[in-house]
């Protein structure tokens, strides 16, 4: 359960983090905002944050959009998102949600002469589908929005609007998510996590200029396929009829993390079941987030700088004590 917020430039309990209805990002969609998964490891007895700098770098160049003005830099961002989670002591998986929003009680749209606020609170967090390992999937009859009308590179929290159309469009019509196309009638993403398929042994992907977000798990996914499986990825513009025809298809994101794609529109893709990059990706992918890859240590934020002992740890000091 959240117990605690960063809020108005402190950490505070959960119920004291609240705004006024007449705040502007609350009228308007004047926000931006990221999010982080942390990973616990049992063994270890810590909680690792994936990539955290990198999410706030991100979340920073979501504000420039919408004309922000803060005195946090990343490396500040990070550190309060620590103590915070060190506060909630979590011994499981965690979501971590920074929000930037124009703070001021004003009517009136517009981006310049308002202040800007972050808050951040973290959830116990699971899967985001829950068929992971094969979910079926629509396309929307919806389109992204536009770099031109809405920029789909940042988290503004207005154009999530239209992701929650597009997610409930696919949910009511019985599929766990949905691929959305770009005002060009190309692939861009689900619709909220970035997307791949598998044909011939490649992994491609839409490029960012395809209206998706810049995602830091499909970078980390690239990153992967080309260095650890030997994958060649490919980065081009990709046809609603290809997919059908794919080998593997699958989602990624922060939230989603690593979700197989076993049919679109009522069509299986490959066997219908998670494919082999696809399963290669998912596993090398957890393990990671877990801190089980000493090789991508650097990924890893722990969040518990004196961790506990582990069980057998503390059981070898026992024995050692005694003899």
Known sequence: MTQYAYFEGRIRPIEAAKVSVMTHAFNYGTGWFGGLRGYWNAEQEQLYVFRILDHYRRFLDSGKIL??????????????????LRREGYREDCYIRPIGYKADPV?????????????????????YIENEEGAEVCVSSWRRVDDTALPPRGKLVG???????????????????????????????????????????????????????????????IELAQRELGVTVVEREIDRS?????????????????VAV?????????SGRIGPITQRLRDLYFRVVRGQEPAYAH?????????????????????????
């Open 159 to 221: 154009s999530y609007v239209n992701s929650a159309l597009i997610k409930s469009e696919a949910v009511l019509n019985g599929f766990a998510e949905a691929i959305v196309l770009n005002q060009n009638g190309h692939v861009a993403e689900g619709s909220a996590e970035n997307f791949f398929l598998v044909r011939n042994g490649v992994l491609i992907t839409p490029p960012v200029y395809a209206n998706v977000l810049e995602g830091i798990t499909r970078r980390s996914i």
């Open 262 to 270: 076993a049919s679109v529109d009522h069509r299986p893709i490959g």
């Open 299 to 323: 990924w890893l934020t722990p969040v518990y700088a004196d961790r506990p002992a582990t069980h057998a740890e503390a059981t070898a000091r026992l024995v050692a004590a005694v003899v």
């Open 67 to 84: 004309m922000a003005s803060l005195d946090l830099s990343a490396e500040d961002l990070v550190e309060i998102t620590l103590e915070l």
């Open 107 to 127: 009517i009136g749209v517009r981006l310049h002469n308002l202040r800007d606020q972050v808050t951040i609170f973290s959830t116990p967090f699971g899967r």
């Open 242 to 258: 290809e997919i059908y025809v794919a080998d593997e298809a699958f989602f990624c994101g922060t939230g989603v993390q690593v």
